[in-house]
């Protein structure tokens, strides 16, 4: 399973996630209504402030459901997309954020042991050799079903949550 992550769209900083070892920021997610939700220290599976960035897609839709949105974003289909930034004054466009090809966490061999060393790895650092290379096309239906156990380790976990609290 792995984590969602992205660069904001003011500052192209890749938004790492607590687990990382690397610094988090401050991570504003804007709607197209002017609503906005802020995270400091970034879990990693697609919640800013509380609201999941899904499910905020699928709202923003005229969708109700996460994993509604999460179909939308694999159907090829055009749709507005929740912004990220660091900037809390930001005016929404029609523009969806970058993915991280890092997910928010496997920066390098040293970040997998949790150590952060910024003289050694910058998240930001080859992002545009890597927009170049030959990636997996998110439409193959060879790669559903990981798509599927994303979502549903993503799920219980959210419910693991609930329980505990």
């Known amino acids: 399973?792995?984590?969602?992550?992205?660069?904001?769209?003011?500052?192209?900083?890749s938004i790492a996630n607590v687990h990382s070892g690397y610094p988090t920021?401050?991570?504003c997610m804007h709607d197209n209504?002017?609503?906005?939700?802020?995270e400091q220290v970034y879990d990693g599976y697609?919640?800013?402030?509380?609201?999941?960035?899904?499910?905020?897609?699928?709202?923003m839709n005229g969708l109700k459901t996460r994993e509604e949105g999460l179909d939308l974003v694999y159907s090829g289909k055009p749709y507005l997309s929740p912004n990220l930034t660091?900037?809390?004054?930001?005016?929404?466009?029609?523009?969806?954020p970058v993915g991280c090809k890092h997910q928010g966490f496997f920066y390098d061999d040293d970040m997998q042991e949790g150590a952060y060393h910024p003289e050694q790895s910058d998240p930001n650092e080859d992002?545009?050799?890597?927009?170049?290379?030959?990636?997996?096309?998110?439409?193959?239906?060879?790669?559903?079903?990981?798509r599927d156990e994303e979502r549903n380790f993503i799920d219980r976990e959210r419910n693991n949550e609930n329980e505990r609290d």
């Not at 697609?46 to 709202?59: Q, R, S």
């Not at 890597?130 to 060879?142: L, N, S």
């Open 1 to 13: 399973m792995g984590f969602f992550s992205w660069k904001t769209q003011d500052t192209q900083k």
């Open 25 to 27: 920021f401050l991570v």
């Open 33 to 38: 209504k002017q609503n906005i939700w802020t």
């Open 46 to 59: 697609g919640v800013f402030g509380g609201k999941d960035y899904y499910e905020l897609l699928a709202e």
């Open 86 to 96: 660091e900037a809390v004054d930001w005016e929404w466009i029609n523009e969806v």
């Open 127 to 146: 992002w545009e050799d890597w927009e170049d290379a030959d990636v997996i096309d998110d439409d193959d239906p060879a790669f559903d079903h990981l």
